[in-house]
Nanobody, 122 residues
Framework: QVQLVESGGGLVQPGGSLRLSCAAS????????IGWFRQAPGKEREAISC????????YYVDSVKGRFTISRDNAKNTMYLQMNSLKAEETAVYYC???????????????WGEGTLVTVAS
């Protein structure tokens, strides 16, 4: 079956770092734009980063620029999100998504994982 599975979430202290992984199965990521999203309790799902399939260009929401890095390893059929200097307000469920048409939107188009919880707290 076609699916994405996130891993790497957990508890991290404010100012700490965490790397999330997203493994694809049932399809190849080569021709897909890949995005990361997060949804904090009581808030709308937010797009935080995307990397294109065509030219490798990246997008980051302003709040994570300089701290988060999106990457992909097509040979491993896996995408990653390196998160540094994490803040307490960034506690959320983090999702990965892939879409052949371009960077996925928060509305749920494309292939989505079920999410992994990141808790930033002392």
């Amino acid at each position: 079956q076609v699916q994405l599975v996130e891993s790497g979430g957990g508890l991290v202290q404010p100012g700490g770092s965490l790397r999330l992984s997203c493994a694809a199965s049932g399809f190849t990521l080569d021709y897909y734009a890949i995005g990361w999203f997060r949804q904090a309790p009581g808030k709308e799902r937010e797009a935080i980063s995307c990397i294109s399939s065509s030219d490798g260009s990246t997008y980051y929401v302003d709040s994570v620029k300089g701290r988060f890095t999106i990457s992909r390893d097509n040979a491993k059929n896996t995408m990653y999100l390196q998160m540094n200097s994490l803040k307490a307000e960034e506690t959320a469920v983090y999702y990965c998504a892939a879409d052949e048409k371009g960077c996925p939107g928060a509305g749920g188009e494309g292939v989505w994982g079920e999410g992994t919880l990141v808790t930033v707290a002392s």
